[in-house]
Structure formats: structure tokens, C-alpha cells
């Protein structure tokens, strides 16, 4: 049931609610998304009310109708008169920065969206030298971020490794996480470290460097074994050698070591079957992943969007109720940019807090247009590329989202959704206002990707209930 128009004390429209009654009462605002919020049977049957304008006949005047009410406008499930939105969470001033410190790779996979990556780099050979950040380079960007960071008051850096395959040079990614937080720290900025790696490397080398520098790492499968080895292969000769033993050995050694690894899955028409053994697969080592559509800069046929969509709503379906109860469903079992917590204008912070950086230092909206730099860290700082983003027609709602015009600023989901990767729509349709090439996929999950993550938040509140006695007029759990 979706909440549109009623009369009643709190406002002439209430917000845009999903709610859901068996076997527990549950309630998520797509207006202001505060996570799913599991509701007693008094509040629940409370809400309903103001769903079909009854509530307001009680107490036309009154500021608070009843208890229930309180707790319903607390949890962002009914407003006042003239409150529009909710107060957004107040986060720390932060930059995020995706710095591609290597253009090679040793892998070769078809959906790679990088422009100008090599290919089935060898880690042994020669020329690795020459598609790698050098220590000067790495030395000056660092200093412009860190200076970047201080001139606007940001009190916290993240930076995320890439490439290419940022491991093959784990040496110069050791020596920028000196050189950033040698500057950071005496301005008292706080710094975090992650990378997004397809884990075919020597832990002998990279695991020292993931502890040292407290290091997030980011794990790229395609599937599970025979799937993820049709694609991410590595070379021997004229063969192929398929990196998936390499990469499960490599995760328990760093589940060995404490780090606990989050896994990436780009979900393409190969794949599609995959989805279940794979969620198994890495929810059995106590992990969580995202799933992301594969972004390409051709349209996508209608039959393959509805074949994904039918598959990923039986996907969740079949997941909710099956997921470890120690992991968190919205986080370890992620849908794309979404966040059932917090209300998004566009689905990533691109041009404004973050920015993609070459191994030359070139600045770049994205790392899918790091072949269209808007500026250099050796030569200009970063506070004039990220204002050069508002002067171009390809960037400015990147950089500006509440200029964005167009079917998804009207769109229910809008809050949610955000509209999909304004990169890969403006790469396909040419504009950022056009709704994202994968729209249909996203406005036919939706709705059951919330429900989804409220049958598993009812499991693990069900499975406190011998523990935790909660009186049937509580404040609603939240997710």
C-alpha cells in the first residue's frame, strides 16, 4: 500500500509509505528514507487510519492526536502541518577520492568500463613501471588533497585505490598512504584507506600493507567458481587460468588476519542464475557484497531488463528469508547506490565531495570519465577542477543535482533510487536528466527490495524476542 493523499492534523499530504502487514507491521518513508521501522499492532493500525483520512476526524486541532501519533511523526511516518521534509542526518564534512593509481590490469573482463586500461598485464614484466603512479606525482596529489581538505574545513579524507588492479603495484600504494597521512595528520584530518581489487594477488606482499595502512578491501566475483572463471581469467600462453581458488584462498587469509573482505558483483545476462550460490558462497564466510548493473555505453534491451528484474526480485525474495541474522541485509546484501537510511538527490556525491583522480593527476567527475579530465593536480588545485565542474553542460547537475529536471525528479522512488548512475545515463542517453538505462530494473525492484529487507529485519527482531520483552506500544524498531 503506497500513501498519497488524506486529511488529517499533521498535514494536507502525508509522505510517500510503504507498508506491510504480515507477519509483523512494518512502515518505510520514501520521501525521507530513515530505514524500515517494525511497527506494534496499536501504531500500525494508527497509521492505517491516517492513510484513509479518518485520523484527522478525531481531533481536527489537536497538535498530537495520541501516543501513537507521536511515535509516528518521530519515526518520519506522518508530518505536521507545513513540514515538508525531514531534517537530513547531519554527516561529517568528508572528500572522497577514487584515485587510479595503475592503468594495467591482469585481468581481461568484458564489462571493464575504465577507457585506456591495458589489459592482461603481466605483474612480472618491465613496462608495469610505466602505467603506474610515480612517487613525485603521488607526493603532489597528496599534498593538493590534503590542502584541498583544510581550505574547506572537510575533517575527513577517504581515499580508494583502483585502477586497473591497484594491488599489482601495492609498494606505491604503501608510499601515498604515507605521504597523505603525513600531511593529514598534522592538520588533525582524519584518513581511511580502502581498494577495490580482483584479489588474484601475493598476500605475502599485499597483506602487510592492508594492516598497516587498516586498509578496507573491495572484492570483485563474477559468481561462483565456474561462472566467475569464464570471465576473470588470467593468461598462460595462448590459455586461460581462472583466478577463483586464487581469490578463495586469498580471502581467508585475510579473514585470518582480521580483514573482513565486501564483495562487488556486476550482474550481467551470463550471470543472472548465478545469484543465489553466489549470496550463499559469501554470506557463508560472514560477508557482505553489493550487486551493480553492468554499465555499458549501449542501451539496454527491454527483454534483458525484464529477465534481470525477474530475477533479482526472486533473488531478494528467496534471500530474506534465508540470510544470516548477524549481517545486516541493506549492507550485506546491497542493492546498487541505494540507502534505505538517509533521503538522496542523486546517486553519488560526484562533483562535489567526490572526484576521480589519474594516475598523472588528471581530475575526472567518475572514474568512467577519466578519458574527459576537467583538470590537474601537478599543475592547478582541486578546489578550481571541482568549480570547472558548474561550468560544464556534461557536469553541471553532476555538480549542481537541484538543477536536474526531467520524469525522475517526479518519480515516487526518486529518494531511493536517485536515479541510477548519472555517468552510465549520461554515456548512454548523452543527458543526465533522461531516466537511467536501467530504469524499469529499478522501479520493479524497489518496492520489493524494501519488503525484502523488512521480512529480514522482522526475523532478527523475532529472534531477540527471548532476550529483549518489547511491550506492545514501543517505539518502533528501526532498521
Known sequence: MRVTEGRHAFSTKLPQVITGSTPQPWAFNLDSPQGIKLLSRRVA????????GAAGRFSANSEILSPSDGLLWEHGLIRRRGQFRLKPAETTPSLSIWLNIVDGCNLSCFYCYIPDLQKSVNPEALGLDRLAMNEVTGEIIAARLVEYCQSQGLRRLRVKFAGGEPSLVIDRVDRFCEAVERRASRLGIAVSFSMLSNAAFDPERVLPVLKRRRMGIGISLDGTQMQHDRVRFTRNGSGRVGTWHTIQRNVERLLQVGVRP?????VTRKNLPDLDSFADHVHGLGCGFRLSLE???RPVDFRLQEATSDALIGFYSRLAERAPLDLRFDHDARFAEWDLHRRKAVACSTCRSYVAI???GEVASCQMALDRPIGNLLTDPLSDAIERFSARPDTVKLREPQKKTGGCTRCEYRNVCAGGCPQHTQAVSGNSDQPSPWC??????LPHYVAACATHLIRRAASLTERVAIPSEATPVTS
Open 358 to 360: 589519474s594516475r598523472t
Open 295 to 297: 554499465r555499458s555505453s
Open 440 to 445: 524499469f530494473v529499478y522501479g520493479t525492484l
Open 45 to 52: 493500525e494508527r497509521l492505517d487510519e491516517h492513510i484513509k
Open 262 to 266: 565486501y564483495f562487488l558483483f556486476t
